[in-house]
């Protein structure tokens, strides 16, 4: 009995081993989820909640079992629904969505805790670029109404699902609270980018 009790104990701490990374450890990954974003004032009112999606990767370098810094690049898809566009051709105001996509360079620290480090908190800023802009009624280009760059901070929560040695899949909750107006011109206001994500993705170690 005593036998099978010290080779389960030997079994276990082998596995924390393999699962926790190490100081120069490098993990890359890809992953995609749903967006849920909201343009707000910053004093409680927002517009309406737009739904898309993002897809990236991921690099990670650990300075410890617990700490790493971890960087993404992400296409993001950001914006709002049910807002206002004048149609000048007969000009009368309709209700369209605005559809924001940006790359998203976040710079994070990662902390990882939990007996086998497979739970993570990151939390950094980030910069996101405009690719385009438009609305879903008349498609219009709307990129020079908006800033070309969009700052703020990034952070979220995540689980890992070690697969091997060398592969993990993951899930992880993420939001992007916006610190600058999106708005080349604004008389009103400043309106700031928000929006959370729900991910899913693998990463791969290498040692």
């Known amino acids: 009995m005593k036998k099978r009790l010290l080779i389960i104990v030997f079994v276990l701490v082998g596995m924390t081993k393999m699962n926790a990374q190490e100081k120069g450890d490098i993990e890359l990954g890809f992953d995609m989820g749903v967006n849920l974003s909201v343009v707000s004032d910053g004093n409680g009112n927002a517009t309406d909640l ?59 620290a990662n902390w990882h805790f939990g007996s086998t480090r497979k739970w ?40 890992k699902f070690p697969i091997n040695d060398n592969t993990k899949l993951y899930v992880e909750y993420d939001e992007q609270l916006g610190l600058t107006d999106v708005f080349e011109v604004n008389e009103g206001t400043s309106a700031k980018n928000s929006r959370s994500s729900f991910n899913l993705g693998v990463l791969f170690s290498l040692k």
């Open 50 to 108: 737009k739904v898309g999606f993002n897809a990236g990767g991921s690099g990670e370098y650990y300075f410890s079992d617990r700490w790493g810094i971890k960087s993404k690049l992400i296409y993001d898809q950001k914006g709002w629904s049910d807002g206002f566009i004048l149609n000048t051709d007969t000009n009368n105001s309709v209700t369209t969505d605005f559809k924001l996509n940006y790359l998203t360079i976040p710079v994070m």
């Open 120 to 159: 993570y908190l990151n939390f950094g800023p980030y910069v996101g670029f405009l690719l385009n802009a438009e609305d879903s009624e008349l498609g219009m280009d709307l990129k020079n109404s908006f800033k070309s760059t969009d700052f703020g901070l990034s952070y979220g929560i995540g689980y």
